[in-house]
């Protein structure tokens, strides 16, 4: 697979590059300054991930490449949220040939939502591969921060934010429902797969989601910082990987 973004492997890629090391994945990265070239393409990836990557790095003829790729079966892909990620203030990935095979709709307008209320990530298909056998609701996690985005006709909304009001009163805390979002969206297109995760795996906007679970998991990939993170948000971002992979 094939990794691109997260600025780099000593800062915040240093959490999906130390779980996919931890899973036993064999993968290429490359940071977010990187540009994107002919010879990047060489090697057979099954996996293409994009997390704050912005388009401005993928010339038009190797976005129409890889995204030819996906749809002939050859190449799943993974874009996750951030702000160079989807149109964000700097990803400026609407209207782009990559765009056009993610299982969501980018908005061409700056779709970086920075929550400052308790945002709950609820499951909405529990019986699925990437979110079985992990308590959505028996422990709840929550987030920082999305992009928002709308969910294509075709495919599965498996994730949702839900941003809530609260208040305090004089009997505690009281939370009310504002406002439902995609969070995690995927498509099988029958060769390969695809999937739109709108929060990021990395601060600030993973939020709370990293220490998911009542314990901990230690990781570092090759070149990277080490992270310790919750047993259940690696569980989450391993599933993930998995079902993209197992195509």
Known sequence: MLYLGDTTLETAACYLAGLLHRAGYAFEYRPSNHRLSVDDLAAAHDLLILSDYPAANVDEEIAAELAKR????????????????????????????????????????????????????????????????LPWAERPPLIGGFSQVEAKSDARVLLTAEIHDARLTSSGYELSPAESHPLLVVQDLGGSRVAALMTDLAPHWVGPLVDWGPGRVVARANGGEQIEVGSDYARFVEQLIGWLVAR
């Open 70 to 133: 996906v749809c002939s079966g050859s190449l799943s892909l993974l874009m996750i949220g951030g702000w160079e990620s989807f149109e964000g203030c700097d990803g400026h990935w609407h209207g782009t040939p990559l765009a056009e095979v993610l299982p969501v709709r980018i908005s061409d307008k700056d779709d970086r939502r920075n929550i400052d209320r308790p945002t709950f990530v609820q499951c909405q298909v529990s019986g699925h591969p990437v979110t079985v056998n």
